[in-house]
Antibody
Framework: QVQLVQSGAEVKKPGASVKVSCKTSGYSFTGYYLHWVRQAPGQGLEWMGWINPKSGGTRYAPKFQGRVSMTRDTPINTAFLDVSGLRPDDTAVYYC?????????????WGQGTLVTVSS | DIQMTQSPSSVSASVGDRVTITCRAS??????LNWYQQKPGKAPKFLIF???SLQSGVPSRFSGSGSGTDFTLTIASLQPEDSAIYYC?????????FGGGTKVEIK
């Protein structure tokens, strides 16, 4: 079955960077877009961008352009989200989510989430 | 960016009641509208795509309708396990955007 397993919680200081991983299994990694979505405590969902694991192509939300990087390592079926210049308002649960064929913008399968806390 | 506005922000209903949530887009999005359910401490669950198509495994008491700018999610007969926050999301163009969420509580 499709599984997305994310790395563990992180605590970072303002200005630092964080790298969150999303290890996938149960399907062809290069076949489906992966999205990153975050959720601040008690708040709604915020889309950050997607990566095409086959080509490595990416599309970021304008809000995050220049501060996030989405990459992948195809031999290990894993995608990564790098966020730099962390601020306290980046404190959130970060999710990876997989799309389906022909519906690239539908986040159908989700990871369990990774809590990133930014605090001095 | 396309703004998504949900109403109400919360609703309290009894088991067996019919519950309707609305979602409005700031511009036409055809039928590129998804619905998600999120329970506390869990990742969102994908419920409905293309405004009205039920994802496999989702109970048939859930249904969606609408096109253009106005959409609805209906729970035909509310069950205790339906207590959650529901989000709409437009899949028409990037940046993808979500509504602010509707909290459904059981009386």
């Amino acid at each position: 079955q499709v599984q997305l397993v994310q790395s563990g919680a992180e605590v970072k200081k303002p200005g630092a960077s964080v790298k969150v991983s999303c290890k996938t299994s149960g399907y062809s990694f290069t076949g489906y877009y992966l999205h990153w979505v975050r959720q601040a405590p008690g708040q709604g969902l915020e889309w950050m961008g997607w990566i095409n694991p086959k080509s490595g192509g990416t599309r970021y939300a304008p809000k995050f352009q220049g501060r996030v990087s989405m990459t992948r390592d195809t031999p290990i079926n894993t995608a990564f989200l790098d966020v730099s210049g962390l601020r306290p308002d980046d404190t959130a649960v970060y999710y990876c989510a997989r799309a389906v064929e022909e519906r690239y913008y539908d986040a159908v399968y989700w990871g369990q989430g990774t809590l990133v806390t930014v605090s001095s | 960016d396309i703004q998504m506005t949900q109403s109400p922000s919360s609703v309290s209903a009894s088991v067996g009641d019919r519950v309707t949530i609305t979602c409005r887009a700031s511009q036409t999005i055809d039928n590129f509208l998804n619905w998600y359910q999120q329970k506390p401490g869990k990742a969102p669950k994908f419920l409905i795509f293309s405004a009205s198509s039920l994802q496999s495994g989702v109970p048939s008491r859930f249904s969606g309708s609408g096109s253009g700018t106005d959409f609805t999610l209906t729970i035909a007969s509310l069950q205790p396990e339906d207590s959650a926050i529901y989000y709409c999301q437009q899949s028409y163009s990037t940046p993808l955007t979500f509504g602010g969420g509707t909290k459904v509580e059981i009386k």
